[in-house]
């Protein structure tokens, strides 16, 4: 048996001592909460990051480098454990100190997406936990999910939209977090990607831009020099080919054949150093020799 299931789950009501405090500010709110695992700690900064399901591979690595960025400074991040932006979101969190909680829009013994179930433990097995207003045993419902979005931003002090088209389940969130008072943030895309549209709207109607989590730590309140971004203003002691086919690098994925272009390099110099690129750390293959850089 899967330890984590050991776990048992508890209902917490509105007026328990428990329940979480940000929560009772609001209206509307559940009378009861059903936790397995833990509530985030409503003395540290939280922030929820949710986005789309059908993500980019560029959404997809912004929720999980925005997400262990805050981790790594001691923010917690709540989502909803959905594929896509959420799941990588949860996963960036794990890699840092803040911890991760999901609310979901089915029971809390029900893992929703079945997929996720790797996620769903790791996150109970790191001190996170898995929340819900539904009971035990109540299976996911389309009309669920649009009242989850509530708790979501109402247990974080800021919403961050990563990816959402222009009509998305995540703009409801940001709703929710413009109505109770939060500061909301999106990641800019491409202009010509449907997925980047809502963000884009977000923006254009007055959210901040989130062109980089310094922003949202920023805007916590919160002073921290990233260890990595430290040793990236110290060019990182790379050999010259290697800071060459780096500095070509950004959070756009690169194909071979333009790094080859821009650098004048053969494809097999080219290979290689990408290679050790990606064995450090420094870059990341997204596609078919396709790369993005990471720090």
């Not at 029971?107 to 035990?136: F, K, V």
Request: proline residues 6%; hydrophobic residues 35%.
């Amino acid at each position: 048996m899967e330890e984590t299931q050991k776990i048992p789950i508890r209902e917490v009501g509105a007026k328990d001592k428990e329940y979480p405090e940000k929560l009772c500010q609001y209206t509307g709110m559940p009378e009861k909460l059903y936790v397995r695992g833990t509530f985030p700690d409503p003395k540290k900064p939280t922030a929820a990051i949710v986005g789309a399901r059908a993500a980019t591979p560029y959404g997809r690595i912004q929720a999980f480098r925005y997400a262990k960025y805050l981790s790594e400074a001691g923010v917690q991040v709540i989502s909803g454990m959905a594929y896509g932006i959420d799941t990588e979101a949860h996963r960036g969190a794990l890699e840092g100190r803040g911890g991760t909680w999901a609310v979901l829009g089915n029971g809390p013994d029900i893992c929703y997406p079945a997929g996720n179930r790797g996620l769903y433990q790791r996150i109970l097995r790191t001190g996170g936990g898995i929340i819900s207003e539904q009971t035990p045993g109540t299976k996911a419902r389309n009309y669920f999910f649009p009242a989850r979005n509530r708790i979501i931003s109402g247990l974080a002090d800021l919403v961050l939209i990563v990816e959402a088209r222009e009509k998305s389940g995540s703009l409801i969130t940001a709703q929710w977090a413009l109505d109770q008072g939060k500061a909301v943030f999106a990641v800019p895309g491409p202009v010509n990607e449907e997925r980047s549209m809502g963000c884009h709207k977000l923006i254009y109607d007055g959210a901040g831009i989130a062109y980089t989590p310094e922003i949202l730590l920023r805007e916590m309140g919160i002073e921290y020099e990233n260890p990595v971004k430290i040793k990236t203003k110290n060019d990182l002691g790379l050999a010259t080919d290697l800071k060459l086919v780096y500095s070509c690098l950004d959070l756009r994925p690169k194909s071979m054949d333009f790094l080859i272009q821009k650098t004048g390099l053969p494809p097999e110099k080219i290979g290689s150093l990408l290679l050790e690129l990606t064995l450090s750390g420094l870059a990341l293959e997204v596609g078919r020799h396709y790369y993005v850089k990471t720090a």
